[in-house]
């Protein structure tokens, strides 16, 4: 299974993507536990990031599985950040306060060295087990190899901690960024 670059017009479909992808995701749905926020405003939130990081989006036929990815000294646009809050604010609502808090508190535990910040990656229920995941994976790792540059996750399932070390990350101490919230596990991959 070979992945492409995003585009434009696969915008729509990420955001059905990674709605059905973290569904059960702990993290996401102690952000919007409400079934009917999520299914009608959680996806506009996918389709805000996966425009703000299209250049570096990864995406397998058919947009079954889409890799989210942030380059090296990226930086956190906090202008489009706040032109995006209105629309934010109506999926987060009472959370939104909780979800600036968890973005903080991993700011804090995020590398600071250059490397690849996998921002989301999410398959398709349908598709998972097949290939999918590894295949939008795998363009970023073979740049992080040839650069010589490391990249860096948080797993916000502890089921799929497995799947990133097939991959070379290696994890690293369990945060809780909330005393009420599920965990986060940071993982870092050194280049090849």
Known sequence: MAARPATRDDV??????HTRAFD???VWRWLVPDDRRWKRGIPHVFRVTARD???TTWVTPGVTSVAVW??????VD????????????AVFRSRSLIGMRLQEAMRKVHPREPHWYLYLLGTDPAQQGRGHGSAVLQ???????DDGLPAYLES????????YRRHGFALREEFRPAADGPPLWPMWRAPR
């Open 12 to 17: 729509r479909a990420i955001g059905v993507t």
């Open 24 to 26: 059960d995701d702990p």
């Open 53 to 55: 990081h299209l250049a």
């Open 70 to 75: 942030a380059p090296p000294g990226h930086r």
């Open 78 to 89: 906090r202008w489009r950040e706040a032109m995006h809050g209105p629309g934010q604010l």
């Open 139 to 145: 363009p970023v790792l073979d740049r992080c190899d």
């Open 156 to 163: 916000s399932k502890e089921a799929n901690i497995p799947f």
